[in-house]
């Protein structure tokens, strides 16, 4: 039984580049969640999947981000044109369905921008 | 907004003391769970906990939805229990978005 893994789990990019982060769910869960998560702050929530179909964005989802889940399976987040503002911590969790369920997270991706 | 609020902020344990946290939510909830971040990151999961009171091992934790807070119980604290534990709320309804604490940051000493 595998959790909820996310790569890569270290990013460096200088500002103005893209960067790309994967995760993978636990293979039953069919939600998936992403989280920011600054220095000295709790998780805050960006976005979620419900199998494919993207539900709802936060307003701090700037138009320099997108997220995807093809099939219903793995999930991106792509960040483009970064900014120093956008170095944290990125978070994946994944769920069954329904907001009754309790959510497990991946390892996080720890993103910097110089 | 609904607000979530942890206390305290900060504590500092020698090991084998019990301690407390708590945490408090302003609005109805579906659903709280309580985390452990370790020095990596990482969440794991300690409870889900959307009332009554639960246990495992040396932690257990109580909600009481009607009055809006939750409580996490730590006993005989050890070193390894050291980092940030969060309290998140999901707001009835059916996104499951998780709205997090600040964080109660613990420290224990040998």
């Known amino acids: 039984d595998t959790g909820v893994s996310q790569d890569p789990r270290h990013k460096i990019t200088k500002r103005g580049q893209n960067v790309t982060f994967r995760c993978d769910p636990i293979?039953?869960?069919?939600?998936l969640y992403w989280y920011r998560q600054t220095l000295g702050q709790g998780p805050e929530f960006l976005t979620y999947?419900?199998?494919?179909?993207?539900?709802?964005k936060s307003r701090l989802l700037s138009d320099r981000f997108s997220a995807e889940r093809p099939k219903g399976s793995f999930s991106t987040l792509e960040i483009q044109r970064t900014e120093q503002g956008d170095s944290a911590m990125y978070l994946c969790?994944?769920?069954?369905?329904?907001?009754?369920?309790?959510?497990?997270f991946g390892p996080g991706t720890r993103l910097t921008v110089t | 907004g609904i607000q979530v609020e942890q206390s305290p902020p900060d504590l500092i344990l020698q090991e084998g003391a019990n301690s407390t946290l708590r945490c408090n939510f302003s609005?109805?909830?579906?659903?709280l769970q309580w985390f452990h971040q370790n020095p990596w990151g990482q969440l794991i999961n300690l409870f889900y906990?959307?009332?009554g009171t639960k246990q495992n091992g040396r932690l257990s934790a109580t909600t009481v939805a009607t009055e809006r807070y939750s409580l996490l119980y730590i006993s005989s604290s050890q070193t390894t229990d050291s980092g940030v534990y969060f309290c998140?709320?999901?707001?009835?309804?059916?996104?499951?978005?998780?709205?997090f604490g600040q964080g109660t940051t613990l420290q224990v000493k040998p």
């Open positions: 969790a994944s769920s069954l369905a329904t907001g009754f369920y309790e959510q497990y």
């Open positions: 293979s039953e869960h069919n939600r």
């Open positions: 999947f419900q199998n494919e179909a993207q539900l709802e």
């Open positions: 609005d109805s909830v579906n659903n």
């Open positions: 906990i959307p009332s």
């Open positions: 998140a709320v999901v707001l009835p309804g059916n996104t499951g978005k998780l709205i």
